[in-house]
C-alpha cells in the first residue's frame, strides 16, 4: 500500500516555475528583527498558496508519547486565481544521514518521499486571500493508523517531514499548490504490539535479520544512550551597531544613535527583550524592582527581602550547560542609552541636527536584569561589534586587533560585574582563514570556535569536534543547526556560510515549521549516534556520522530574534535531552580547559560551495583599508597627545576610543547571505569610515594658533614674539610649536607646551633679530606626538636691529667722544687755548655785559657773606 502511495506521489503534475533558494531579509542596522517584522510574510511568487503551521504534536518523540503524529494549521490562498479540490496528506522522508541534510532535504525542490499518507479533503473551493484550517494525524508506525496507513517509524532518528496540499488553480490544471517542510526529531519509540511481535531476547535467541536497536519486549525503542552528547549552549546577545559614528566619547558629548530600533528591541516584546526573558525560564526571575518610596506603616521584614522566582523544575542541567555570548558593543550601546540619548537625522554626519530618544527607561531596565542574569550564568565575550578577523589582519594595527579581541571580556566584566570566560574567540562569521588564525594567535588566543565545514580533519575524526590548527585548539560545531536556528523568530535569515544546496526558502515556511525544524536540529546530535568506529587500518568514519560526532556544541547566530515560543521549545528539547541522558552538560569553562589537551590535528579549509573565507567575511576594499588604518592611527596618536583634567571626567582613553570602535563596527562579518547584505555592509562602512575622519580633521581644527594678522614689530632685537594658541576640545592637549627659519631672526624653541581645554593660552616666543627689516615667518603647532593642528600662521616681523654696522658705527662714534673731551682737557690743564676754539667769534657787548653782570653778582655775594663773619671788605676789584 505505502509503495502505490510512492508511485502516485512521484506521479503528479508539478508546478512550473519552482521556487529557488531564497533568504529572508537579515536584520540591518536600518531593518531587520529589532524592528519587530515578520519577515516570514514574505510570499514566493510561484506559489498559489501557503501553508501556516500551528503546532506538530509530538514536537519530539519519546517512548511516552502518543503513537500518533498530529499537525494544525491552516492553508491561505496567496495568489490571485481561486482553488478548487483542495487536499491535503502528511509525507516523510528517510531519516537525516548527516548534519547538512538537516538543510539540504528541506531546501530540495522535489524532496524524496520515503512514505505518504492518503489525500484527505481539505476544501471545494478557495478564492484569493480566503484561509482553511486543518488538523490532520497519522500513526508513527507503519500498520496502527486507518486502513494500516502509518508513518513506519520504527528506529530513532530525525526525520523531514511535508505537509502537501494539492488543487486545481483557476485556468490551470491539478497540481501541488502548497507545501511545508520540518523535522520530526524521533528519540526513543512508544510500545508497539507489531514491533513487539519481531523482538528477540538476544541472549536466548538468534535472528538473522537486523534487530531494531533498543527494541524492548513491549515494541518500544529506547534511546541510544552508550554515548551522551556533550551539550554546550551559547545564547547570544548581540545587535548591529546602532551608535552614530564619529562621537567623542567620555560624555563629552551627546550620546547618538542611528535610529530608534534599538529602543523597540530593548521594550517589552522587542527582539532583546525576548532573548532575556527567555532565560528566565533557566535561571529563574530576577527580583521586581524596590519602589523609592516606602510606606512607614509597612514591617521592615516584608521589604527587606523578596524570595527569588525559581526557574522551571530540571533547568539545573541546561543552566549548566549553557553560556551567554555578549556582544561588548551591545552593552556599551545599552549603557549610553541608559544615561540619556539622542537620535540622529543623518548618521553619516557627526553634526547633523538630532531629536531626543525615547528608549532611556527601557535600556535601564533591561541592562539591570542582565545584570542580574549574568551574575547566575558562565559569560563569554564576542568579538567587538563582531568584527571580521581578515579584515583585521588588512588593516594590521595591533591597537585595533587588541580592541576587538581582548579587550571585550574587560568592557564584558566592568559593566555587568562578573567574571567572563577568557582564552575562547567566537568569529562572527563562524570561520576563519589563515590570516584570520595569525590575528588570533597574536591576540594571544589560544582557543576558538569554528564551523565544521571550514575544517578538515588530516588524521582521525575526533568524536568531540576538536582539533588543533597549528597554535591554535578549535572546537567546531555544525553550520546547518546554526542555519536552524537563524531560520526561526520574528526576522529568519540565512547565515552567510551556507552552501546553495542548504539555503531553504523561509518565505515559504511558516513560524511553527521553521520552530519545529530548530527543535529537530537541536536534537540531532543527540540522536543521531555515531557507529562504532572500524578497527581496521582504515580508520574513516562511517558516513552516516555526523559532521561533529557526539559534540552539541551549539552555536545560534549573533543576531537570531527567537520569539518567546520558539525559546520555550528550545529549552524543553534540551532539558529533555538532558534529563534522558541522552546528552550530558558540559560548562563551556571545561571545555575550554579541555581544548588545551587536543591532539588531533585538522586544517582550515574553504566552506565547500561558498568560497574563501576572506572574500565571504570581508568587504574591505583598498582604499577602505587605507582609510580605516589612517584614522585609527590617527586617533591613537590624538590620545597620546591628551592630558587627564581634574575639570573634566574623561580620560584620554574614553574620550578617543569611541572612533576606533566605529572601524570596528564598519568592518563587521555579515550576519546573513545575501546580495543585500552586503550592499548595505558597503554603505555603512563608508559611511562610519567618512564620519570619522570629519571627527578627527574637525579635532585638528579645534586647536589652533590666533593669526595676529599683518605686521608685527618687536619692540628690539630680543623682543619675545607673544602668541595665543586656543584649545576648543575637552581635554587639555600637549603641543609644539615650529617655526620656519628665515635668515636674521633666531626663534627659540618652548618645547611642550599645555593648552588648557575649552582655553586659550598665551606664549612667548623667545625671538633674536639681526636685521631691521620686515622678516616672513611661517609658525606650525602640532600634536606632541605629531598630528597637524590648526592652520599655519605667516606673519610679517620687524624686528628694530640694526646689526653688526651699527655696532661698529656706536663702537666708533664712543672712541671719538673720549678722545676729543682728552684732548680739551688736555689744553685746558695746561692753560692754553683749545684749538676747537680758535674760530669762535670774539664776544660782543651784550655778552660781555651779561658775563660782566654774572661776575658782579657773585661778588655782592661774597662781600656780603664775609660782612656777616666780621671780615672788611676788599674794595679791590682784582
Known amino acids: 500500500m505505502a509503495i502505490a502511495v510512492v508511485l502516485a506521489v512521484l506521479g503528479l503534475t508539478v508546478l512550473s516555475g519552482a521556487v529557488g533558494p531564497a533568504s529572508a531579509a537579515p536584520e540591518t542596522g536600518t531593518s531587520g528583527s529589532d524592528t519587530g517584522s515578520d519577515t516570514s510574510d514574505q510570499q514566493s511568487p510561484s506559489r498559489f498558496a501557503r501553508i501556516v503551521i500551528d503546532s506538530m504534536t509530538p514536537s519530539i518523540v519519546t517512548t511516552t508519547s502518543r503513537p500518533v503524529v498530529t499537525v494544525s494549521g491552516r492553508v491561505d490562498n496567496v495568489g490571485d486565481r481561486s482553488i478548487t479540490d483542495l487536499t491535503i496528506r502528511l509525507e516523510r522522508g528517510d531519516p537525516v544521514a548527516s548534519a547538512a541534510g538537516l538543510r539540504t532535504d528541506l531546501a530540495d525542490d522535489d524532496p524524496a518521499v520515503a512514505v505518504a499518507g492518503p489525500f484527505e479533503a481539505l476544501s471545494d473551493k478557495?478564492?484569493?486571500?480566503?484561509?482553511?484550517?486543518?488538523?490532520?494525524?497519522?500513526?508513527?508506525?507503519?500498520?496502527?493508523?486507518?486502513?494500516?496507513?502509518?508513518?513506519?517509524?520504527?528506529?530513532?532518528?530525525?526525520?523531514?517531514?511535508?505537509?502537501?496540499?494539492?488543487?486545481?488553480?483557476?485556468?490551470?490544471?491539478?497540481?501541488?499548490?502548497?507545501?511545508?517542510?520540518?523535522?520530526?526529531?524521533?528519540?526513543?519509540?512508544?510500545?508497539?504490539?507489531?514491533?513487539?511481535?519481531?523482538?528477540?531476547?538476544?541472549?536466548?535467541?538468534?535472528?538473522?535479520?537486523?534487530?531494531?536497536?533498543?527494541?524492548?519486549?513491549?515494541?518500544?525503542?529506547?534511546?541510544?544512550?552508550?554515548?551522551?552528547?556533550?551539550?554546550?549552549?551559547?545564547?547570544?546577545?548581540?545587535?548591529?551597531?546602532?551608535?552614530?559614528?564619529?562621537?567623542?566619547?567620555?560624555?563629552?558629548?551627546?550620546?547618538?544613535?542611528?535610529?530608534?530600533?534599538?529602543?523597540?528591541?530593548?521594550?517589552?516584546?522587542?527582539?532583546?527583550?525576548e532573548l532575556l526573558t527567555a532565560l528566565q525560564k533557566v535561571v529563574g526571575e530576577p527580583p521586581p524592582a524596590q519602589s523609592d518610596s516606602v510606606s512607614s506603616d509597612t514591617p521592615p521584614a516584608e521589604t527587606s527581602e523578596s524570595p527569588e522566582p525559581a526557574a522551571l523544575p530540571g533547568s539545573e542541567k541546561l543552566a549548566d550547560s549553557m553560556c551567554l555570548a555578549i556582544d561588548p558593543d551591545l552593552i556599551v550601546t545599552v549603557r549610553a542609552m541608559s544615561l540619556g540619548y539622542e537620535v540622529s537625522d543623518n548618521p553619516a554626519d557627526p553634526r547633523s541636527s538630532t531629536r531626543p530618544g525615547s528608549g532611556a527607561?527601557?535600556?535601564?531596565?533591561?541592562?539591570?536584569?542582565?545584570?542580574?542574569?549574568?551574575?547566575?550564568?558562565?559569560?563569554?565575550?564576542?568579538?567587538?561589534?563582531?568584527?571580521?578577523?581578515?579584515?583585521?589582519?588588512?588593516?594590521?594595527?595591533?591597537?585595533?586587533?587588541?580592541?576587538?579581541?581582548?579587550?571585550?571580556?574587560?568592557?564584558?566584566?566592568?559593566?555587568?560585574?562578573?567574571?567572563?570566560?577568557?582564552?575562547?574567540?567566537?568569529?562572527?562569521?563562524?570561520?576563519?582563514?589563515?590570516?584570520?588564525?595569525?590575528?588570533?594567535?597574536?591576540?594571544?588566543?589560544a582557543t576558538t570556535a569554528v564551523s565544521s565545514n571550514s575544517v578538515a580533519p588530516t588524521g582521525r575524526r575526533d568524536d568531540t569536534g576538536r582539533y588543533r590548527i597549528g597554535d591554535l585548539a578549535a572546537q567546531t560545531y555544525d553550520a546547518p543547526v546554526t542555519a536552524s536556528f537563524a531560520a526561526i523568530g520574528t526576522a529568519p535569515s540565512t547565515p552567510a556560510l551556507t552552501p546553495p544546496d542548504q539555503r531553504v526558502d523561509l518565505s515559504d515556511e511558516s513560524e511553527g515549521s521553521r520552530r519545529q525544524s530548530a527543535i529537530g536540529a537541536?536534537?540531532?546530535?543527540?540522536?543521531?549516534?555515531?557507529?562504532?568506529?572500524?578497527?581496521?587500518?582504515?580508520?574513516?568514519?562511517?558516513?552516516?556520522?555526523?559532521?561533529?560526532?557526539?559534540?552539541?556544541?551549539?552555536?545560534?547566530?549573533?543576531?537570531?530574534?527567537?520569539?518567546?515560543?520558539?525559546?520555550?521549545?528550545?529549552?524543553?528539547?534540551?532539558?529533555?535531552?538532558?534529563?534522558?541522558?541522552?546528552?550530558?552538560?558540559?560548562?563551556?569553562?571545561?571545555?575550554?580547559?579541555?581544548?588545551?589537551?587536543?591532539?588531533?590535528?585538522?586544517?582550515?579549509?574553504?566552506?565547500?560551495?561558498?568560497?574563501?573565507?576572506?572574500?565571504?567575511?570581508?568587504?574591505?576594499?583598498?582604499?577602505?583599508?587605507?582609510?580605516?588604518?589612517?584614522?585609527?592611527?590617527?586617533?591613537?596618536?590624538?590620545?597620546?597627545?591628551?592630558?587627564?583634567?581634574?575639570?573634566?571626567?574623561a580620560t584620554p582613553e574614553r574620550y578617543m576610543s569611541p572612533l576606533r570602535e566605529d572601524q570596528l563596527r564598519a568592518i563587521r562579518s555579515p550576519d546573513a547571505w545575501g546580495s543585500a547584505v552586503y550592499t548595505h555592509l558597503r554603505?555603512?562602512?563608508?559611511?562610519?569610515?567618512?564620519?570619522?575622519?570629519?571627527?578627527?580633521?574637525?579635532?585638528?581644527?579645534?586647536?589652533?594658533?590666533?593669526?595676529?594678522?599683518?605686521?608685527?614689530?618687536?619692540?628690539?632685537?630680543?623682543?619675545?614674539?607673544?602668541?595665543?594658541?586656543?584649545?576648543?576640545?575637552?581635554?587639555?592637549?600637549?603641543?609644539?610649536?615650529?617655526?620656519?627659519?628665515?635668515?636674521?631672526?633666531?626663534?627659540?624653541?618652548?618645547?611642550?607646551?599645555?593648552?588648557?581645554?575649552?582655553?586659550?593660552?598665551?606664549?612667548?616666543?623667545?625671538?633674536?633679530?639681526?636685521?631691521?627689516?620686515?622678516?616672513?615667518?611661517?609658525?606650525?603647532?602640532?600634536?606632541?606626538?605629531?598630528?597637524?593642528?590648526?592652520?599655519?600662521?605667516?606673519?610679517?616681523?620687524?624686528?628694530?636691529?640694526?646689526?653688526?654696522?651699527?655696532?661698529?658705527?656706536?663702537?666708533?662714534?664712543?672712541?671719538?667722544?673720549?678722545?676729543?673731551?682728552?684732548?680739551?682737557?688736555?689744553?685746558?690743564f695746561r692753560g692754553q687755548p683749545d684749538p676747537a676754539d680758535a674760530d669762535r667769534p670774539e664776544p660782543d657787548e651784550l655778552e660781555r655785559m651779561l658775563a660782566g653782570s654774572g661776575y658782579q653778582e657773585r661778588r655782592r655775594t661774597l662781600q656780603s657773606e664775609g660782612r656777616m663773619h666780621g671780615e672788611e671788605p676788599d674794595d679791590d676789584p682784582s
Not at 576 to 593: F, M
Request: aromatic share 4%; with cysteine.
Open 683 to 828: 554603505r555603512t562602512q563608508s559611511e562610519r569610515i567618512d564620519a570619522v575622519s570629519s571627527t578627527l580633521h574637525r579635532m585638528t581644527r579645534s586647536v589652533t594658533i590666533l593669526d595676529p594678522g599683518g605686521r608685527y614689530t618687536l619692540a628690539s632685537e630680543r623682543s619675545p614674539l607673544l602668541l595665543v594658541v586656543k584649545n576648543d576640545l575637552a581635554l587639555p592637549v600637549r603641543a609644539r610649536i615650529t617655526t620656519s627659519e628665515p635668515a636674521d631672526i633666531e626663534i627659540g624653541d618652548l618645547g611642550v607646551i599645555e593648552i588648557p581645554a575649552s582655553g586659550t593660552r598665551q606664549i612667548q616666543l623667545p625671538t633674536r633679530g639681526e636685521a631691521s627689516e620686515a622678516i616672513s615667518v611661517e609658525i606650525r603647532l602640532s600634536t606632541v606626538t605629531g598630528v597637524p593642528l590648526g592652520e599655519p600662521i605667516s606673519l610679517s616681523v620687524h624686528t628694530n636691529a640694526y646689526g653688526k654696522p651699527l655696532f661698529y658705527i656706536t663702537i666708533l662714534a664712543a672712541a671719538a667722544l673720549v678722545l676729543l673731551t682728552a684732548r680739551r682737557l688736555w689744553h685746558r
Open 522 to 649: 537541536l536534537a540531532y546530535p543527540a540522536i543521531a549516534a555515531p557507529e562504532p568506529a572500524p578497527t581496521g587500518a582504515d580508520s574513516r568514519p562511517s558516513s552516516r556520522d555526523p559532521v561533529v560526532g557526539r559534540s552539541a556544541f551549539l552555536l545560534p547566530p549573533t543576531y537570531w530574534s527567537p520569539t518567546s515560543a520558539d525559546a520555550e521549545a528550545l529549552f524543553a528539547t534540551a532539558r529533555l535531552l538532558l534529563e534522558s541522558g541522552a546528552a550530558t552538560p558540559t560548562p563551556l569553562p571545561n571545555l575550554v580547559a579541555e581544548l588545551g589537551s587536543v591532539r588531533e590535528q585538522a586544517r582550515l579549509i574553504d566552506p565547500p560551495g561558498v568560497g574563501p573565507v576572506g572574500r565571504i567575511g570581508s568587504v574591505l576594499t583598498t582604499d577602505a583599508t587605507a582609510s580605516i588604518r589612517r584614522n585609527v592611527e590617527d586617533s591613537w596618536q590624538f590620545e597620546g597627545a591628551l592630558v587627564r583634567s581634574a575639570d573634566v571626567a
Open 361 to 445: 527607561e527601557a535600556a535601564g531596565r533591561w541592562l539591570d536584569t542582565l545584570r542580574w542574569t549574568a551574575q547566575r550564568m558562565c559569560v563569554v565575550a564576542l568579538p567587538y561589534a563582531q568584527a571580521d578577523l581578515t579584515s583585521l589582519s588588512r588593516i594590521g594595527n595591533a591597537g585595533l586587533t587588541e580592541a576587538a579581541l581582548r579587550s571585550p571580556a574587560d568592557i564584558v566584566d566592568t559593566v555587568l560585574g562578573v567574571r567572563s570566560v577568557r582564552g575562547l574567540s567566537i568569529p562572527a562569521l563562524g570561520a576563519i582563514d589563515s590570516d584570520g588564525a595569525a590575528t588570533l594567535t597574536a591576540a594571544e588566543l
Open 126 to 273: 478557495l478564492a484569493p486571500g480566503e484561509s482553511v484550517g486543518f488538523r490532520m494525524s497519522m500513526a508513527l508506525s507503519a500498520n496502527n493508523g486507518p486502513d494500516g496507513q502509518g508513518l513506519a517509524i520504527s528506529r530513532t532518528g530525525v526525520y523531514p517531514m511535508q505537509v502537501n496540499v494539492n488543487g486545481t488553480p483557476e485556468y490551470g490544471n491539478t497540481a501541488q499548490v502548497a507545501g511545508s517542510r520540518m523535522l520530526l526529531p524521533v528519540l526513543s519509540l512508544p510500545p508497539d504490539d507489531n514491533r513487539a511481535d519481531g523482538y528477540v531476547d538476544p541472549s536466548t535467541e538468534y535472528s538473522d535479520t537486523d534487530p531494531v536497536t533498543g527494541l524492548g519486549p513491549d515494541g518500544s525503542v529506547s534511546a541510544n544512550l552508550s554515548s551522551p552528547a556533550r551539550m554546550t549552549i551559547l545564547w547570544p546577545l548581540a545587535a548591529p551597531p546602532q551608535l552614530a559614528p564619529g562621537v567623542l566619547g567620555g560624555n563629552t558629548e551627546p550620546v547618538r544613535l542611528i535610529n530608534e530600533n534599538m529602543a523597540r528591541s530593548l521594550a517589552d516584546g522587542g527582539r532583546l527583550a
